[in-house]
T-cell receptor
């Protein structure tokens, strides 16, 4: 089945640690995105990538980093510089950044202890 | 900058009845896309319906339809014959078509409760 997978579903981190969230898609989509969702708020864009080896900052990129070395993979690293990392993180992809709707993965809940 | 506003934090509807969720947006662009996404308790975001701004005809997907009023910058979602499985958060989203600004802008969501 084609789709987007995110792992792990739940992640716990101690303060001061970096942690990496996985996002993989087998839809052959060029564009991939990372969003953060907090209670009472809509989705906010962290980073997006239109093509392999390219990515741009979204609205709340501070404290996060990404890489796009393969078309199917777009991992997100939450660094210790992120002041309030506890949130629900959603990965999405679209055929191209310029066309088509976004399809979402099941999400990762990150909790900082 | 574009903004998307969902003014109804929560709505309730009786099973089998019809409910309309509101969404307004602000933009200076003439061509764009609008979407409604559903987020059930599983938190998986599911596309419900999409509308291209250049199309005058309102989009319809089975029991879901939109009322797109471009001049008023309004994009409401109507759910007919509501079912228990429709209970979820619903997000309205805007997407520009201008090169280099492809990001989505989401509203804060409306929680829909379906009463048996």
């Amino acid at each position: 089945d084609g789709g987007i997978t995110q792992s792990p579903k739940y992640l716990f981190r101690k303060e001061g640690q970096n942690v990496t969230l996985s996002c993989e898609q087998n839809l052959n989509h060029d564009a991939m995105y990372w969003y953060r969702q907090d209670p009472g708020q809509g989705l906010r864009l962290i980073y997006y990538s239109q093509i392999v080896n390219d990515f741009q900052k979204g609205d709340i990129a501070e404290g996060y980093s990404v890489s796009r070395e393969k078309k199917e993979s777009f991992p997100l690293t939450v660094t210790s510089a992120q002041k309030n990392p506890t949130a629900f993180y959603l990965c999405a992809s679209s055929i191209k950044a310029s066309t088509g709707e976004q399809f979402f993965g099941p999400g990762t809940r990150l909790t900082v202890l | 900058a574009q903004t998307v506003t969902q003014s109804q934090p929560e709505m309730s509807v009786q099973e089998a009845e019809t409910v309309t969720l509101s969404c307004t947006y602000d933009t200076s662009e003439s061509d764009y896309y609008l979407f409604w996404y559903k987020q059930p308790p599983s938190r998986q975001m599911i596309l419900v319906i999409r509308q291209e701004a250049y199309k005058q005809q309102n989009a319809t997907e089975n029991r879901f339809s939109v009322n797109f009023q471009k001049a008023a910058k309004s994009f409401s979602l109507k759910i007919s014959d509501s079912q228990l499985g429709d209970a979820a958060m619903y997000f309205c989203a805007y997407r520009s078509t201008f090169s280099g600004t492809y990001k989505y802008i989401f509203g804060t969501g409306t929680r829909l409760k379906v009463l048996a």
